[in-house]
């Protein structure tokens, strides 16, 4: 019997052992493995969690506290402005708070006040297939303590958006859950979020919006409220009610589901006109500071955006390279008749750049600015043409750094018709003076060699050269694109300042610095690019000097500085004077674009409308008077250095006009790329006398006030009402064939001249959400 129970045993030990060796099935080795791969999964998720975490900024009540606003700083840190409103109610919670309460958790995070840990898994789910339902973004998937966590210490980067982001946004969404009630939690997110037109928090926009507290608003206001902090702009009531309707609906149709208000409140709320109690708001008077940053404020803010943040919501540290002392002065000089214009309706844009770096310093967004913020910036519409300004950028510099010319080329002005049409190109003066230098073509700014060159480098080649300094010439531009292309003073400022350089171009920028509250801190200086040889650059520069000298410049000239600059304006076209005869022999718009070692400053004048009237009398000097006073101020503290000639460039005297070119002791300073110069040529630099450039650096002396004044009288005395302009202002009798209607310009800055035609500058540009009152 014992033998018979010894057997048995044996038996099922004998089996269980044979079914332990077979293999297992292959649906329990998948289940298996899946099961393996998903602890693993999840071990590593919370171990990457942890070490993501472990670095997440730390989160103070007074953060949470606070507004979401910018503030602008200085390049030596000291603080210049904030974007916020200049006062924010801050409200406390309170019963007097709870239908706001209610509409905000019911449109924003249904379970708020279920959830425990500051993160809602299942309303992230939830979420995604509500805005797939939905025909907009109706239901966002971070929890208000998440929401409220990204306000105040990520930025809307969208390089932020990124898993270690999101990890330690949910850390501290856990950690302020733990340390704040539900009720504290949703006081900091009413008093934080981003409600349009600098305001911060629902109790300063309810004020803003309505002129009331909080517990006065009504139902459908409240809902308009709660439901704006999803996208203050476009939900904005004044601008876009339609929008602002659509959203506020969605909000009371949440506020029902979420049983907090009565069919019957919904029904009334809903057909409630979304304009019925918004206050009115006139023009917002600014304060002196304000109004003269203003300009320069709107492209930095606008440069941030671009970078990929919001200043409105992300709470950032941003330094700007603004120089106060020279915005102020650049903005004195225009606004305080310290330099003259034809009248109070004539404009200017002007942009003053470190070539060094390519900080933008200051910037004139025009004269008489109301006090408006974020209006019409002039220093970077890009409508106008530069006239003969863009020379130096599309016709001369290509030539000597495509075609190896050396400034003694000599160059045939002549009776010319554009190819293929009968439009023939005049000068200022409405004649041709024959073979002359490239030096004599481009000081004097005449029409025909600047078109000629520009046929021998090639459109295409040139466009893309001007393009590597910062401005766009379409690549299928026809020839008279030469004397004239649309570009801003920035952009012109930008593009001499690799002339200044000695060929490295710095793209002009607001901001150098980005500093967000989590500590991450984008640094936007760069050492530039080489665009040009040293030698194309120092021969353009070289030229430009006698544009000042004796050339079509000469009412910039500061004496003894070492400096360059081009000048550039234009006519009205044919269309124009039908309709403004007494315009004729008046430039449009006149230019100028000169710079030292130190800056390089764009200026451009002209009207905003054709029906304003046109440059006259010492309006036509205008652009050259402004450069002077403000070169002369901003050289004072700055070294007079003259540019150096780099060894790639041979100087010789050459025999005036002679072609090939001929060594002469009594001839013209000439410049030639080594290697490129006639057999015979040597560099006699030894010689060079800088009396014959007439600069004598220890003869500077920044004008004063006084003596700008009394120049500038002067100036009214000898050049009365009908003095002519040196530029090459181009002038065709008709349109055709891509040649765009420039005509010639005059020769010494002229005095009448008028301004932009075009329909679509007649209308100020739509207010805008940062900061403009409706």
Known sequence: MANNKSSSNNQRQSRREYRQKQPKPLWWRIIKWCLLAALLLIVSGIGLFAYYAKDAPNISQAQLESGGSSGFYTTNGK???????????????????????????????????????GIDPIRIAGSMLTNAQSKGIAAGGSTITQQLVKLTVFSTDASQRTLRRKAQEAWLAMRVQREYTHDEILEFYINKVYMNYGNYGIGTAANYYYGKSISKLDLAQTALLAGMPNRPTAYNPYTYPKYAKYRRNIVLNAMLDNKKITQAQYDKASKESIKKGLKHHSQKAQTKLRQIDDPYIKEAIGEVQDKGFDPYRDNLKITVNIDQKAQNKLYELANNGLVPFTNDQMQVGATVVDPSNGHIVAILGGRHLPSVQLGLDRAVQTSRSTGSSIKPVLDYGPAIQYLNWSTAKMLDDSKYYYPGTNVQLYDWDNKYDGMMTMRHALEQSRNVPAVKTLKQVGVPKA????????????????????????????????????????????????VSKIETPDGLTRNYDSAGVQVMSKSTAYMITDMLKGVIKNGSGTSAKIAGLHQAGKTGSVKYSDQDLARYPGYASTP???????????????????YDNLKDGTISGIGQQSAQLLYKSMMSYLMQNKPNVDWQKPSSVIRARIAKNSNPPEVSSSGQWQLFVRGHAPSGIVDDSSNYDEDDEQADTNSFSPTTNTQQNHATKQHKKQNGSTAQSHDSQHHTNTHQNNQSNHQPENHEPSSNGSSSSSSTNEEAPAENDSGINP
Do not use: C
């Open 463 to 510: 466009a893309a050269f001007a393009k590597k300094l910062g401005v766009n010439v379409p690549k299928s531009s026809g020839l008279s694109v030469a004397i004239g292309a649309n570009a801003s003073s920035m952009q012109m400022a930008g593009a001499f300042s690799a002339f200044a350089a000695m060929g490295v171009y710095h793209k002009p920028q607001f």
């Open 588 to 606: 449009k718009d006149s230019w100028f674009v000169g710079y030292t070692q130190s800056y390089v400053m764009g200026v451009w004048t002209g």
């Open 79 to 117: 603080f210049l402005l904030s974007l916020g409103s200049e006062k924010r109610i801050y409200v406390k919670d309170s019963p007097k708070l709870q239908l706001l309460k209610d509409a905000v958790v019911s449109v924003e995070d249904k379970r708020f006040y279920k959830d425990k840990l």
